[in-house]
């Protein structure tokens, strides 16, 4: 008897089961990925696949296990291809194990719980599913023990909000490897027992007081110095107030007594990748050149140089660690996953510290289009070989 309902045909019955939760995961993660800073991290993706493949795990009829097991490693296997691509190198190898085992076990747990005799098993893989995804991902940064001691000159607000002291977030990571202490006055660097030195847009300074710099550079010291051109640093205060930033940096001077001279001004915001794929970016960069022999070739606006028995890593731009440009939560600073550029590992870098090191980044458009294209075509091509085999299975069952 025909009660009107449309009759699906169990191959696109199968097909749709194995898909559409690939589908749902993929794009859940891309979502998550984006608003997070646009890190290409498995682990993005994995709560979004545990999530559906236990709910499948509730859906699925009792024998369909192996349905489980395929929709758990396609989620997978499409977040890992369309992370690969669009970074333009493979995940981390943990990374991409964990997402699987997040998966199965979030799944297979789930699956547990309709089971009567596997509920105590079952509860227990979700536990372990929730550890997983606890600590498998990076985890925010604590202070270390050994902290050197980190002079900052500048004129920014990194101490301060307009009206309140308050530590900017750059400063707030860089406390965690560094005792941090503001100068006023480059004279008392050399008392000061800095072993690195943040010169960051700084104000006019005398001839003693460069000269002050100069000599602690040379006697061994480690200096990162911004010095911007074309400075964007967000600000109420009216121009000619003296607590503002100078808007040119004021640091020619020293610049051209090591060697360096400006070179081309580019005032695009530019997402900025490095040799060993780290992100910063950039906004208003001054290019050099150097005329001393230890000063290294520039890349783009970075240029590294010896100075005396000291090294100087000098940036064409200030804003680069203005928290708009690499952080995406701004409540979060010390937590990697919503940063939005490596900006705070590279400043840590530079200064002769580790900071969090590793995140994979979306490169191009093109290569998040193209990461997504490959990753559906997976998807969709898993899915078609599970409905052949699973499909011959029930043939052959019926039989």
Same mark, same amino acid.
């Given at each position: 008897?025909?009660?009107?309902?449309?009759?699906?045909?169990?191959?696109?019955?199968?097909?749709?089961?194995?898909? +559409?939760?690939?589908?749902?995961?993929?794009?859940?993660?891309?979502?998550?990925?984006?608003?997070?800073?646009?890190?290409?991290?498995?682990?993005?993706?994995?709560?979004?696949?545990?999530?559906?493949?236990?709910?499948?795990?509730?859906?699925?009829?009792?024998?369909? #296990?192996?349905? $489980? $097991? #395929?929709?758990?490693?396609?989620?997978?296997?499409?977040?890992?291809?369309?992370?690969?691509?669009?970074?333009?190198?493979?995940?981390?190898?943990?990374?991409?194990?964990?997402?699987?085992?997040?998966? @199965?076990?979030?799944?297979?747990?789930?699956?547990?719980?309709?089971?009567?005799?596997?509920?105590?098993?079952?509860?227990?893989?979700?536990?372990?599913?929730?550890?997983?995804?606890?600590?498998?991902?990076?985890?925010?940064?604590?202070?270390?023990?050994?902290?050197?001691?980190?002079?900052?000159?500048?004129?920014?607000? $990194?101490?301060?909000?307009?009206?309140?002291?308050?530590?900017?977030?750059?400063?707030?990571? $860089?406390?965690?490897?560094?005792?941090?202490?503001? +100068?006023?006055?480059?004279?008392?660097?050399?008392?000061?027992?800095?072993?690195?030195?943040?010169?960051?847009?700084?104000?006019?300074?005398?001839?003693?007081? @460069?000269?002050?710099?100069?000599?602690?550079?040379?006697?061994?010291?480690?200096?990162?110095?911004?010095?911007?051109?074309?400075?964007?640093?967000?600000?109420?205060?009216?121009?000619?107030?003296?607590?503002?930033?100078?808007?040119?940096?004021?640091?020619?001077?020293?610049?051209?007594?090591? !060697?360096?001279?400006?070179?081309?001004?580019?005032?695009?915001?530019?997402?900025?990748?490095?040799?060993?794929?780290?992100?910063?970016? +950039?906004?208003?960069?001054?290019?050099?050149?150097?005329?001393?022999?230890?000063?290294?070739?520039?890349? !783009?606006?970075?240029?590294?140089?010896?100075?005396?028995?000291?090294?100087?890593?000098?940036?064409?731009?200030?804003?680069?660690?203005?928290?708009?440009?690499?952080?995406?939560?701004?409540?979060?600073?010390?937590?990697?996953?919503?940063?939005?550029?490596?900006?705070?590992?590279?400043?840590?870098?530079?200064?002769?510290?580790?900071?969090?090191?590793?995140?994979?980044?979306?490169?191009?458009?093109?290569?998040?289009?193209?990461?997504?294209?490959?990753?559906?075509?997976?998807?969709?091509?898993?899915?078609?070989?599970?409905?052949?085999?699973?499909?011959?299975?029930?043939?052959?069952?019926?039989?």
């Amino acid at each position: 008897m025909n009660d009107g309902r449309v009759k699906v045909p169990r191959r696109l019955t199968i097909f749709l089961t194995l898909f +559409l939760p690939v589908v749902a995961a993929l794009v859940a993660g891309l979502v998550r990925a984006w608003r997070s800073g646009g890190q290409a991290d498995p682990w993005t993706w994995a709560l979004p696949a545990a999530l559906m493949v236990a709910l499948m795990g509730q859906l699925l009829a009792k024998n369909l #296990w192996r349905w $489980l $097991l #395929w929709i758990a490693i396609g989620a997978t296997g499409a977040a890992l291809i369309f992370c690969t691509i669009a970074a333009a190198r493979p995940p981390d190898l943990w990374a991409a194990v964990g997402l699987l085992i997040m998966t @199965l076990l979030a799944g297979f747990g789930s699956r547990g719980l309709r089971e009567g005799g596997t509920r105590l098993i079952a509860v227990g893989l979700l536990v372990l599913a929730g550890l997983l995804a606890w600590r498998g991902p990076s985890q925010p940064l604590t202070a270390v023990a050994d902290r050197p001691v980190l002079a900052v000159i500048t004129a920014l607000p $990194l101490f301060w909000a307009e009206g309140a002291r308050a530590d900017a977030p750059i400063i707030t990571v $860089l406390r965690t490897r560094f005792t941090v202490r503001p +100068l006023d006055d480059p004279r008392a660097l050399a008392g000061s027992g800095a072993r690195a030195l943040l010169l960051a847009q700084p104000r006019a300074m005398t001839a003693e007081e @460069l000269v002050a710099v100069d000599a602690w550079v040379r006697a061994g010291g480690t200096a990162l110095v911004l010095a911007d051109p074309l400075l964007r640093w967000p600000t109420t205060l009216p121009p000619g107030d003296r607590r503002r930033a100078p808007s040119v940096s004021l640091l020619p001077p020293l610049l051209a007594h090591w !060697g360096v001279e400006p070179g081309v001004l580019d005032e695009a915001e530019t997402r900025h990748f490095l040799d060993d794929g780290q992100l910063v970016t +950039l906004s208003g960069t001054q290019a050099f050149t150097g005329r001393q022999p230890g000063c290294v070739p520039p890349r !783009g606006a970075i240029m590294r140089c010896r100075i005396g028995q000291g090294r100087v890593v000098l940036v064409g731009d200030a804003d680069l660690i203005d928290d708009r440009l690499w952080l995406a939560d701004p409540a979060g600073p010390l937590d990697p996953r919503v940063w939005a550029a490596d900006t705070p590992a590279l400043v840590g870098q530079w200064l002769g510290v580790s900071i969090a090191q590793g995140r994979h980044w979306f490169r191009e458009a093109g290569d998040v289009v193209t990461g997504l294209r490959w990753a559906l075509i997976f998807g969709t091509g898993w899915a078609i070989l599970g409905m052949v085999l699973f499909r011959r299975t029930e043939q052959r069952v019926e039989q």
